[in-house]
């Protein structure tokens, strides 16, 4: 099948289109596929599902907040500076230990949209003893464990996972999209995997924001755990062990809501509120919309 296109229509008449490509995944095998399934990109911040596992697990006495807000793209929202704060206390660590940026007027590091996740990596290394300097490094146990848990999930080795730097200074992955997916439709079989699933599905407000499209996803579907990622990526896990993974090819995020409601459709999750995106001007004024043209094809059972 043809990648899903999305129009950006202005008056009518397409000014913009974006290609995205995406892939299903039940039981090993592609369910469900358009555009190019093996195209290899990064995961971003799609990982932190992922890269929550080992705290998960190291960490049991960890609530739903705090392992949601570990795996959180956050925007530095009252709810979210709290649930980051609760999560720095168990650890224990001091804000000035996270080695993200810092954002927010005034700038704080608690403030980053990661920081949750920098914040769940310090209590990782409280619990195994490390040395939190450097934690972010690619040579810190904390960045080889995400390393590990990623492969392993994504059934790939380590070393075949090429790594770059993520916008707030840990390691991020490269896979194909299929293996993306594959993943995802393991997260609930996973040691630890249940808890952080049940954990953002619990809180979709802190995983991202209001009307934010993964937070969103979560409350429309049920049983649903989805998280997106900077260059237009976005994963989810369905239930019945259903995995998705979604990338826009020139990493335009405003394609990427209509993209998947398109390709959830297809999957037979039909997610009407999220295929239309309006555009307005700074009037605020209706000019016009994103949509995806409709999916041709049936999705394999």
Not at 106 to 134: D, F, Q, T, V, Y
Not at 163 to 187: I, K, N, Q, W
Not at 243 to 249: D, S
Request: proline share 6%; aromatic share 2%; with cysteine.
């Amino acid at each position: 099948m043809e990648a899903v296109v999305v129009e950006v229509l202005r008056g009518g008449a397409v000014e913009s289109v974006h290609r995205v490509h995406a892939v299903a995944v039940r039981e090993g095998a592609v369910v469900a596929e358009a555009g190019e399934g093996g195209l290899v990109t990064f995961m971003r911040s799609a990982a932190k599902p992922l890269q929550a596992l080992p705290l998960a697990r190291a960490r049991p006495e960890l609530g739903d907040r705090e392992l949601a807000i570990a795996s959180a793209s956050h925007r530095g929202e009252a709810e979210h500076l709290d649930a980051v704060a609760s999560l720095l206390a168990a650890a224990p660590a001091a804000e000035e230990e996270l080695e993200c940026g810092a954002e927010g007027e005034p700038p704080r590091r608690i403030a980053h949209n990661c920081s949750g996740k920098h914040a769940g990596m310090l209590a990782l290394c409280r619990a195994h003893g490390w040395s939190s300097e450097g934690y972010r490094l690619p040579e810190h146990p904390v960045q080889r464990a995400c390393l590990a848990e990623v492969a392993a999930a994504a059934e790939v080795p380590p070393e075949e996972v090429p790594t770059a730097t993520d916008g707030c200074g840990v390691v991020t992955f490269a896979l194909p999209l299929e293996r993306m997916a594959h993943a995802f439709s393991r997260l609930e079989a996973l040691d630890g995997g249940a808890r952080v699933a049940a954990a953002m599905r619990a809180h979709p407000t802190l995983v991202r924001g209001a009307g934010a499209l993964d937070t969103r996803l979560m409350e429309l579907l049920p049983g649903w755990a989805a998280k997106g990622g900077a260059e237009g990526v976005l994963c989810a896990a369905g239930p019945g062990g259903l995995g998705l993974a979604l990338k826009v090819e020139d990493g335009a995020s405003r394609a990427v809501r209509p993209a998947a409601a398109a390709f959830l459709a297809l999957l037979g999750h039909p997610v009407a509120e999220l295929a239309t995106v309006e555009l307005r001007n700074s009037r605020g004024e209706a000019v016009g919309e994103l949509r995806a043209r409709p999916l041709d094809g049936a999705a394999a059972s």
